[in-house]
Each structure stands twice: as C-alpha cells, then as structure tokens.
C-alpha cells in the first residue's frame, strides 16, 4: 500500500497538487468549512475518481451519488488513475451547502496533475510489455529491517568483479545501473559506494531502466536485504527545501549461495591427476561417463600433486528467476590447489566467493570435506526444503578444533540451509565425509543417510567367524608393493585395543547420529549403518580400512572405496555387505581401488573429487527463512 | 528435547554406561543378537524404567509386560531418574529366546550409573528449593542461531563495568560468574573473553551456581543471544580423546534497552537551572509537585549553560525477571551537558550506554529531542506491545541529514521497539519532537497523538478574523525587554510568504502523518491537530510562536510552551483552542513561559526537560521479535 497523500483545500482560492497514478490522495475540507454547512456535495472530471469513506477502516462509496452531511468526520478520496495530459486536467469541486438555502454557500476546487511514477521490477528480465511485471508484494517503512523479500538479485557475477567482501563494502553492495539493455557499454554507474542517490531526468512516458547487480553474499552484518526508493519530490519554490510527493520502494533481496546435496543429479565431475593415481582417474570417468556427466581432470601442472580436490572447494549456485549459474566457494585451505577455483572454475558463467581469516590460522576442519549439506528435510516442524548444511566441529564449549569463524558466519548468512554443527574432532583430518553420506532412495524420505558404523562391522565379523571364515584375511586382495599387513577376522575380533577404540568411535558417531536425528528429522529408517574400523594414530581416529562412506555419489552410480575386506568364497564380505545394503535401493556399487594414492594419505574417493550438480527444482526466495 | 543416547550391548560381556537422571538411553541389541532368536524380554532393577517402542514417533510400553519379536525393529528406552548410589547399581537384562526352546539362548547385561547434570535457569533468582526454576523451552542446536529465547539477563548493570562496547568485546560479552550469592568476593570468573570452558569440579549432590552477568547490549552484529552448555565427557580412556556423553544448553537473551512513552507515569523530572530560567525551573517543579514525582535540577556548574537535557540523553530501561532499573542512553551530542549522565546518572542502580561513531561527525538530529517512543499500538497485523521508536531522519535516498548509523544499529537491534523513520530534515533543528507528542486518553486506543498543524491554526485564525478579532495580536503578552514584533492577526492572513511557507511545513508534517498513521496503525480519530505556525531561517523551518507541541507529559499534567496568542477577550486564543482540544481528555494545561530562556533559542519546554517513567508492565520477553 502506498502512502496517502493530504491535499488541504480552501475556500478562497483553487488548490492545485500533483498526484500519482494510482495512487489516493485524501482531500481535507475541514480546514475551510463556510460557516452555517451542513451538507456538501463532490464531483470530479470523468478522469478523477472521487470516493467518501466514513474512515480507513470501512468501506468507500462513489463520491457524486448524494448530498454529504459535513460534520461526520468524512474523508474525501480522490484518485487518478493515468497521467494527465495537461496541466491541472483533473478538477474536483466541493460544493458546501445549508439546509436553509437551496443555492451553495460556497465552493473549493481543487486542480490536480496526475504523474505516473512507479519502480517496478521485472523478475524474469522480459520487459513491461509482458505482464510479467510482477507487483511489489509489500512496501518498506522508512526503517532499514522492514523489508519484504520479493525481488531477487544475484550476488557475484562477473568475473572482473569478484566477490571479496573488502572492509566497507557492505555499504553498498549493489550498483544498479541505469541505460539501455543491448550495449553493455553505455551503462552508466548511477548508484552504488559513494553514490546514494540518482536524479531521473524528467521524460513524458519513457520509463526508466535500472539494471541492479549484487556484488556481495549476504553474510555477518549484511542480510542481503536492499532497498531502492523513488521519491517525487515538489522543488517548485525556490525559497523552501524540496517537499516529498510520493515514494514508492522495491527490496531486493541478494540471491544466497546454496549447496547442492549428493542425491542431486551430477553434471560434472572433477578429479586431479596426480603422478600415482592412473587407475584411479580411469576408474572415475568411467563412473562419470555410465552417469552420463561431464569429466573435468585437473592436471598435474596445475595441482602439483595435491588431490584433494574435495577440500579446496564446494560447488554451489546461485539463482534468480531469469538467471542460474554455478559458483564456487573456494576454502580457506590453501594447498598446491590453492589457484585452481579462481583459475580454472571462475569464468563467464561461473561465480567465484571465498572467505579467508584474518590473522587466525586455519586447520583441517576448513577443508571443505568437513561442508556437507543434506538432502530436503522437515524436522521439528520446520521446513528445509533446501536440506540443511552440514559441518564438523569441537563438543559445545571445548577448546578443540572448529571450522573458522568467517566461514560459519558466512554459511550462517546465506540463511536458506541453516546449518548444523556435528562433532568431528575425535577425527584425525576431521570432516564429516569421513563418517556420513547422503544417497538416493525411492522411497521413504528419497534418501538414505548412510553412517560409518565399527558396530555393524563387528557384528559382520562375528557372523563370518561363526561360520567359520575367522582366518579370512583384511588387505589380503592388496597386489603390487604395498606394504600394508593382512589381519584375520580372528585377529580384529581378539584385538582389545581395537575393539575399545571402536567402541569409543562408535559412541562418538552415535553422538552425531543423534544430533543428525533430531537436526535432520529423520528415524532410524532413514540411516543405514555402513561396517567400518577406525584406529588411532596420536590419538585421534582414522580408517583403519578404506572408507566406505567417503563415496562418490553420481545419481544411481556409487563409486565406493574398494575395502579389502576379508576374502570369503573368492569374494570381499565387505563389499557383499555394501552391496546388500545399498542394491536394493536401486543403486549400482563400483568398489574403486584408492587405497595408494588416498587411504594411505588418509582420504578416499570423496576426497579425491568434486561434482557440480544440477540445482534445486525448489526456489529459494520461496522460503520462508 | 535432550539428546538420546545409544548404548550398544553385546553377548560376550557385560556392558557399563553412564546415564544421565531423566534422560533415555537407546540400548541397541541388534548388533548382537544370538542366531535363531524370535523373541526377547528385558527386565530392569526397581530404579531403571524399562520402556519398548515401535518407533520415535509412536507410543511406548514398558518392557516388562510381555515377550516382544526381535524382527521388528523395537527400540529399548532405559531410563533412570535418580543418580546411583553406587557404581553399575542399575542393571537390565535382555535375554533372547527361540520358540523351540523354553530357555533364552543368551543374556545380555547393561549396567547402568546414574548422575545428576543439568544446566538450569533460576530466572526469578529465587534458588532451586523454591521450585521457580523454569523447564527449559527448548534446547540449542549446536548452531549459533537456533536458539530459543528464555533466560534474560541485564546489561549494563555496573558503574564499574559501563558498557562501551569496545571493539572485540561481542565475542563474549557475558561473564558468568561462580560463587557463592552472598559473598562477593568470593566469586571466580569461569567464562568470557578469552575463557571459553570451564571445568566443573566432581561433587556429590551439590549444585553448582553460576551467575551470568551480560555486559554489551545488542547490537549490529551481536543478537544479544548466548548459548551456555554443559557437558559430561567420558575421559575414563587415556589412549583415546573424550567422548561426549550428555550435553545441556540454556540460551539466555541479553535485556534491550527500553524507552518509555510520554503516556507512561512520570517518576522523576530533570530540568537545568541557567542563568535566566528561574521562573520555567519554578513553574516545571510546581508541575512535578503535582503529578507526585520527583524533580531533579541539574545545576549551573554542571550544565554549564547547556539547557538541553532532553537532548543529552534518553531515560530507558532494562528487565529481568528478578530485576528491574533505569539505563540512561547518553546520545552522541556533546554539548556542555556531555558530562552529566556519566558523572550524575549512572549509579548503583542506574545504567548507561552510549553509542559514539568513530570518525564521522554528529549532527542535530543526534540529539535525543529526535528520538521519541509511540505507546504500544498494533499496525499491519503486527503487535507492538512497547510501542515503536520515532526517529527523524531525510527522504529516502536522499543526502539529507540522519541520525548516524551507530545510534540507530543499536535502537534496531534491541528489537522491542522496532523505529520508525520520519521525515525531518525540513525543520531547522530536526528533531521528532518539534511536530508530535504524545498523550494519555481515557478512551480509544488510550492515547492521542498531537501533530504540530499550520492548517488548524490557520483555521482558527480565520476564525477569530471573521468574528472581528483580526487586529488580536500575537506576541502582545510578552512583557520586560524581549525584543519580539508584535503580529496582528490580518497581518498574519494576508503575509503570502508565511501562508506559502506553512503550506509547505504542512505538506511535510502530513508526509510524516500518513506514514505514523500506516506503521503505527493509527487513524484520524487518533490524532489531534495542535494549531501550530512556523517561519523559515536559512531555508528550514523553525516554530514561528512556542512550538505548542514540544510540551512536557507528566501523567494528566501537560507542561505546554505559554504561546502568547493573540489575546481575545482577555484570554490566548491558542491556550483556548488547545485547552478545548486537551481537556475534555481529563488532561490538565499549564502554560509555561519558556520564551526567552528556551524558545528564543529553537527549543521548548520538552526540549529542556527529561524524565525518568515508570516501565511498561508488559515484559519484553513475552514479546515475538
């Protein structure tokens, strides 16, 4: 609802005001009411609608059907609906009458000028003429937290203006820019840092057109939520400041970065060549290529043999109505990879954001296998249709590890995935992807969350033992040079340190299984428990056999770190398992042998890649956040 | 909700573990199920409750009825509710049965030890015996953002510890504080900057007591939520890192600063003696005696001359439970008054807070004559049970003057009290209490809003002419040696420039009308025009005769600036007018010569008086933000 405006009118002289299409303005006649009225009358040009309403509240009735009685707190509402063709074209007359005299006492007038003044925003870049122009859905008070999300603006585009959040920049993170559509080139920078306001020219029927770019995330200190006015203001006498007429407000709303969880469909997988992992790098693309998705291989010039292409960064996008593309949220950790996302994954229609601590140091939970997001959930009430993120961290309150503070701020920020903190610490590299993953599933919730679990890895031991594969051997299927000692079931089972060890693991996975339980809304048919050992070195967890959950999920296609588990009837029982639990729910399990050039370096097939997914079907700005 | 925890049991050996009293643990028996069971019983000692559920969401049973099939899927719920006395003093037993057998196949056995831990809230400070300690509403997540709003906790509470918020203090600005309540001394500081955790000392039964001390408002950047958790860790390994156990959460919200309307009782009036305001110091105290409240004079050799004490501060409150008391918000105006609500307000019981910006300037509209707050209204569809703030500020977008941007981040950020903006630039001084004020009503919304109205006074002008008063004189009851013109009433009616100017300030006052009418949900019933004239000095407007508004509110006592009206039948035509206005509300008028002491130098009687009010009764945690 616009504002209203007050024309006071008098009975000495005619009143003239602007008024703006559309738009009511209230005529006040108590101010200059002849005396012995007890009646008026209203009436208008045919271009000037004229109501009565006995208050805001109730209804309004046609202004020229009957003679008014004046003392019964009246408002007089006049409106225009399209702009005049001449100056002072609408008329409105009141006409004050007496019971005693058939003649009227006197009359006011008042003359009226109709402007069209609108800022609208067109959500799907298709012009006026469309229709699609879409109403301002709400209107913002005068005050900065008011907003009304209905417009959308992307944050982070181009490449020549990358998003780096300098100090200050929140001060104006946008830069609408005025001029015509087709020449890139004659845009001109009309508001933005430095430049508050924009003087329109004054243009008979044009409309004015304001392109509008975010160029920062939302984040700690800025909601993303912007405001634009337009404001007509009466300059019309020298001697006095300038008076506001109208002002009509949009509230952009800065598109958010959103993660896409692995049940997504994949586009494009990226994996590293490194100097060690040839069989590696074939076996994903032809996982890549039976799920019918793009394979991206990082050269060895460019990754100088660091693989973890997992942790350098996390694939997202950003989406307006008429506009979706990926960007790139490079992690603080800074390995040989370090210019991989701003060099290669940056580009025309691929955005790029990072954020770095100042001063602080990061530590391994930066690494972006510990920033997950899980699929669409409901839990205590409430909707994530957009899933919910996912990051590893220390127990509330411990001085142990967590994911940097500009980081949580900035996923915090973007507000469509609130995210949950689990507890990772107890990990040796520390990130969730080391004990949680997330597949497909067509039924239930239309996914699976799968949990790394040495308790169900016990309990398949001890059946094999029972029937009598006790002596089966773990590592034995390893070939070539490496030199890693095979271990009987027999042996796992006596092993006290082991079983204490996985015991403890097993409690702190609980811990996150629990908190994902009540965080995520699921039930124990929601999660699979996926055998797997952890041992300690320094006193932290790491697989003691290839990591099972660390998967490479493309749609139906898994591709799953090869065990090596315990030979039994010229088969891997821990593959047999896997294979039992997830073929069921219409998945394709391909075992990759990552155990050289990963899992000795403690990480997996996750690890060692990335995917871009297709987005969401679900539109962000319909959240409610 | 606490988090369940699962304990897993096995048939090998007995199981220990830790509960925690009233918390359910999970026992999972599926990882260790003897072959060829189809059933199981589960017996517990008296002190462990022993429940048998389907699923999460469905009811439960106790165990110990009857025989349960083991394929279903059945969750084990034990539960204790007292702490052990001894070590492994609760027990279950699981016992796993064949139907081809009469007996079970196998035992397993699930010691449990009981504790005591939870993290409460005494929010009335009434000690845990008196059994006001409130359940907690809900818990944390381990996110930052998802708290619930339940514990209060003052700011700004001690002189020694004023809040100035500087730089690096939003990471902690609590202080909780263990120790024992009546002796000061004795307490330790166990948590704030720099000191995240602290370990909880064994003890066998006793509680112990924190006391949390909030010491930064909320501001930009700082929700003013706190999480606080404890944790029972598992450190009985010394091979392995400690395992959570149980976590508790209490998120306390840190109390806003709150204003108080001029429809609230008045407690304390504050006025400044100057070297000529003898007779206005006299006549606001005769107005104090009255309303029954206390007067406080600032002295000359403190004010130095400086009479604008409503400029200097704003007199708010804060609330807790157990706690009430005033915070004086000492605005970034420094005047020769600078020094008094540090040195002369802040107290034992009295807080302060002051907001400066860092290298910008401050203009008039800083002072706090432009910060102004609505009684509670409703508006949109929204409650605002402590009304809202008024703040003057420029048409949007425009380069204008505002209010700087460190006052108003922390006037939104207290939340309560979400500001409005309104349109001051115009008025010379530009403050909101040049053209509104608000007073108390014996019916409709309980309140009036007085607008400062050119068009009324003309109205009233007109009047008086055209029943022969036209040569009454404005300004004639001026005695002693003001140099002021004397203005006939003609004299004003036809003074083109005058009428033009306040058609103008009208057009301005009615800008700022429609927008209180909209984000206060006000109607024209609601307001009353106050005749009013203004002139204009260097392009901006100031009160042409004493700004009939800028009056004092002291419960029915209203301390109106003496206008000096043109004098008919021996009486102020203006006085008549607004006592014809305000009266009739049960309210009492008391002109105040402020002329030469206040009005000669742009401000008023409100301007050059303060007061401290009784708080709302509502309590700002009942409010939804």
């Excluded at 900065?144 to 920049?169: C, Q, W, Y």
């Excluded at 690494?367 to 993120?389: D, H, K, M």
């Excluded at 428990?529 to 990591?547: N, W, Y």
Aim: charged residues 25%; contains cysteine; aromatic residues 10%.
């Amino acid at each position: 609802m616009s504002l209203q405006r007050i024309v006071r009118v008098s009975l000495e002289h005619p009143t003239s005001a602007v008024c703006v299409a559309g738009v009511e303005t209230l005529v006040d006649i108590y101010g200059s009411v002849p005396e012995g009225t007890e009646m008026f009358e209203v009436y208008g040009t045919p271009d000037v609608d004229v109501y009565i309403s006995p208050s805001m509240e109730r209804g309004r009735e046609p202004a020229d059907t009957r003679r008014w009685h004046c003392d019964a707190g009246l408002e007089i509402i006049v409106v225009m609906n399209s702009p005049s063709k001449d100056l002072n074209d609408g008329h409105v007359q009141i006409s004050y009458y007496s019971s005693r005299k058939p003649l009227p006492l006197a009359y006011a007038v008042l003359y009226l000028t109709c402007v069209d003044i609108a800022l609208d925003c067109d959500l799907n870049c298709e012009g006026r003429e469309s229709r699609s122009f879409v109403d301002k859905v709400g209107h913002l008070g005068l005050g900065p937290e008011r907003g009304v999300e209905f417009g959308t603006a992307l944050g982070g585009v181009k490449k020549d203006e990358v998003i780096t959040a300098p100090p200050g920049s929140h001060n104006c993170p946008f830069h609408p820019l005025p001029g015509p559509e087709d020449s890139c080139e004659a845009y001109r920078h009309a508001l933005g840092q430095d430049k508050m306001s924009y003087e329109v020219p004054r243009s008979h029927g044009d409309e004015e057109r304001f392109f509008v770019e975010g160029l920062s995330f939302p984040d700690a200190g800025f909601t993303g939520l912007i405001s634009f006015h337009v404001t007509l203001l009466d300059d019309s006498n020298e001697d006095f400041s300038e008076s506001p007429i109208f002002t009509d407000t949009v509230v952009f709303r800065v598109a958010p970065w959103i993660m896409t969880p692995s049940t997504l469909p994949p586009l494009e997988v990226y994996v590293c060549r490194v100097k060690n992992n040839m069989c590696f790098v074939d076996a994903v693309a032809e996982l890549a290529r039976k799920a019918g998705c793009k394979l991206t291989i990082c050269p060895q010039a460019e990754n100088r043999n660091d693989r973890w292409i997992q942790d350098e960064m996390e694939l997202g996008y950003v989406q307006a109505p008429h506009k979706t593309f990926p960007v790139v949220f490079d992690s603080p950790r800074n390995g040989e990879l370090q210019d991989f996302p701003y060099k290669r994954i940056l580009g025309p229609d691929f955005g790029y954001v990072t954020r770095e601590p100042q001063g602080s140091s990061v530590c391994g939970l930066d690494s972006f296998g510990n920033l997950e997001v899980s699929p669409p959930v409901v839990a205590n009430g409430r909707e994530y249709p957009l899933g919910r993120i996912l990051i590893g961290g220390n127990l509330p309150g411990s001085s142990g590890r967590r994911v940097t503070q500009v980081v949580r701020d900035f996923l915090h920020a973007q507000r469509v995935q609130p995210p949950v903190e689990l507890f990772v610490d107890w990990l040796a590299v520390g990130h969730v992807d080391e004990f949680l993953s997330f597949v497909p599933a067509p039924d239930g919730k239309g996914f699976r969350m799968l949990l790394a679990s040495p308790g169900a890895c016990f309990k398949l031991f001890q059946e094999k033992r029972k029937w009598g594969h006790g002596r089966a051997l773990l590592f034995e299927g390893l070939v070539g040079n490496v030199r890693v000692n095979t271990i009987s079931i027999n042996q796992v089972l006596s092993n006290e340190n082991l079983i204490n060890y996985n015991k403890f693991v097993q409690s702190c996975i609980d811990w996150n299984r629990e908190v994902l339980k009540r965080e995520l809304g699921l039930t124990e048919q929601d999660i699979v428990d996926i055998p797997q050992l952890f041992k300690t070195e320094k006193r932290k967890a790491v697989a003691f056999f290839p990591d099972l959950v660390n998967m490479l999920v493309l749609g139906k296609y898994l591709g799953i770190p090869k065990p090596f588990g315990p030979i039994i009837n010229g088969r891997c029982c821990l593959e047999e398992k896997v294979r039992s639990l997830l073929e069921p729910l219409g998945l394709h399990c391909t075992f990759i042998d990552d155990f050289t050039p990963y899992h000795m370096l403690h990480g997996e097939v996750h690890c060692g890649t990335n995917v871009r997914r297709q987005p969401f079907p679900f539109k962000w700005w319909h959240m409610v956040p």
